[in-house]
């Protein structure tokens, strides 16, 4: 199997405007996140509707595909962007451009979820510790939660704490129950990710604003990889100051 990673990329952002762009200790942040998961793919392309992206990769030797700006989704436009240059690739993995500190380790657990043929997604979960805060962690509607099947695979999605565990107060529910927190970073068969960008909005995505659950309102098989590695998004120039301390030491 051949695996191509794409990352969309914009310039527009509301809260860091040029955010692929910005600087990390002498490389523009979407150079650094190119760098993380070449080694572990076939062949990786940045997807953006910006001329200075464009630029900015070829610069440092990247390979770079121009997609609409009109497309509402990172998806759609990975999809484009598969079209244009994806041809001979059986899966793709789709990266998020402002996670720098991505861990290959990561990739190689996406990858793993496709050795099961009946398998149409993946994506990756984080168990949440005993020691996390319930307010903070595990009841924060940003960071969406997943339950799992015995296969690993995902039954539900949402921005809730779920499950429910009955007969104990809440404050102490992760000491008695594995929570995962959902990690955005995915994988599709090729065939998969042309079907899927062609599905209308289901209800439930439309209740939690998350995309994945119109998949499997659909009933395409959502298969989790677990890692241990905390994803460092960056959305916001604090962040990003946050981002560079941690650099230093990773």
Same mark, same amino acid.
């Given at each position: &199997? ?12 509301? *809260? ?5 762009? #910005? ?42 595909? &121009? ?9 759609? *436009? ?43 997604? #993946? ?42 565990? *009955? ?22 068969? #090729? ?22 659950? *119109? ?8 298969? #989790? ?26």
């Amino acid at each position: &199997m051949k695996f191509i990673g794409i990352i969309p990329a914009r310039y527009a952002s509301t *809260r860091f405007p040029g955010k692929p762009l #910005a600087d990390m200790d002498g490389k523009p942040m979407i150079q650094r996140v190119y760098e993380q998961v070449q080694q572990a793919l076939d062949k990786v392309i940045v997807a953006t509707d910006d001329t200075r992206i464009e630029q900015a990769v070829m610069q440092f030797g990247g390979e770079v595909v &121009m997609t609409s700006p009109d497309h509402k989704s990172g998806t759609d *436009r990975c999809y484009e962007a598969f079209v244009k240059a994806g041809n001979g690739y059986d899966v793709i993995i789709n990266i998020q451009g402002d996670e720098p500190f991505i861990h290959r380790e990561q990739i190689e657990a996406l990858k793993e979820c496709f050795d099961s043929p009946e398998i149409d997604i #993946a994506t990756l979960v984080k168990p949440f510790k005993a020691t996390d805060d319930f307010e903070k962690d595990l009841f924060n509607p940003n960071s969406p939660k997943v339950v799992l099947n015995k296969n690993r695979e995902a039954l539900y999605f949402s921005r809730s704490v779920i499950p429910y565990v *009955r007969g104990k107060n809440h404050l102490e529910w992760l000491q008695n129950h594995t929570f995962y927190k959902h990690i955005g970073l995915y994988g599709y068969r #090729a065939h998969v990710l042309s079907e899927i960008t062609r599905l209308p909005q289901s209800t439930l995505e439309l209740a939690e604003s998350l995309e994945q659950l *119109r998949w499997l309102e659909n009933g395409y098989k959502i298969k #989790a990889g677990i890692t241990q590695h905390e994803t460092i998004g960056i959305d916001t120039p604090e962040d990003m100051e946050r981002a560079l301390e941690f650099l230093r030491t990773f």
